[in-house]
T-cell receptor, first 109, second 119 residues
């Protein structure tokens, strides 16, 4: 599976959009981009995934560049409860998910 | 559905003792995963099962660790003998299409974890 690169930390003001970038320049054609988050002391939680089209669900939006070398997770109106570590993972359908260090997002009042 | 259930939630034991962690996946899910999380190494995949069969155990640290899945609704992770460096939070996760249609191929649902402390 392709390696991903994320900034170690980011801050966001409450109520504003949080845009979390992820670089996956070596992603292959059959690898999806998955996003999970881990709130302190809890297990990771699935957020969203996509292959090449942009995706949106009740939690977030995922924007994938046309060349698929990078993506952005968007939390449209961040709340204090969105403070967590966010993981971007490039994965084909083999269930072998490897978490990196992720981005620690802090939402501030 | 109660989600993935893990027990115990906390375990404190002495070096050399046997430790057994338990996991009940979401009903109908056919894949089960064991992870370990520490500050130093982050979240590591130890082993995963598809349809109760171990597929990849390359993440298991050493022979002291073993995992079983005797049926679709139960799995154990055993450490024998335990060492202080095994202290970590151990997560179990499951994936697959549940009986209520919940889930997708790679959407893993994590349990609350077991915090293990080996003295």
């Amino acid at each position: 599976d392709a390696k991903t690169t994320q900034p170690p930390s980011m801050d966001c003001a409450e109520g504003r959009a949080a845009n979390l970038p992820c670089n996956h320049s070596t992603i292959s054609g059959n690898e999806y981009v998955y996003w999970y988050r881990q709130i302190h002391s809890q297990g990771p939680q699935y957020i969203i995934h996509g292959l090449k089209n942009n995706e949106t669900n009740e939690m977030a939006s995922l924007i994938i560049t046309e060349d698929r070398k990078s993506s952005t997770l968007i939390l449209p109106h961040a709340t204090l409860r969105d403070t967590a570590v966010y993981y971007c993972i490039a994965l084909n359908n083999n269930n072998d998910m490897r978490f990196g260090a992720g981005t620690r997002l802090t939402v501030k009042p | 559905d109660a989600g993935v259930i893990q027990s115990p939630r906390h375990e404190v034991t002495e070096m050399g003792q046997e430790v057994t962690l338990r996991c009940k996946p979401i009903s109908g899910h056919n894949s089960l995963f064991w992870y370990r999380q520490t500050m130093m190494r982050g979240l590591e995949l130890l082993i995963y099962f598809n349809n109760n069969v171990p597929i990849d155990d390359s993440g298991m640290p050493e022979d002291r660790f073993s995992a079983k899945m005797p049926n679709a609704s139960f799995s154990t992770l055993k450490i024998q003998p335990s060492e202080p460096r095994d202290s970590a939070v151990y997560f179990c996760a499951s994936s697959g299409y549940g009986t209520s249609g919940r889930g997708s191929y790679n959407e893993q649902f994590f349990g609350p974890g077991t915090r293990l402390t080996v003295l």
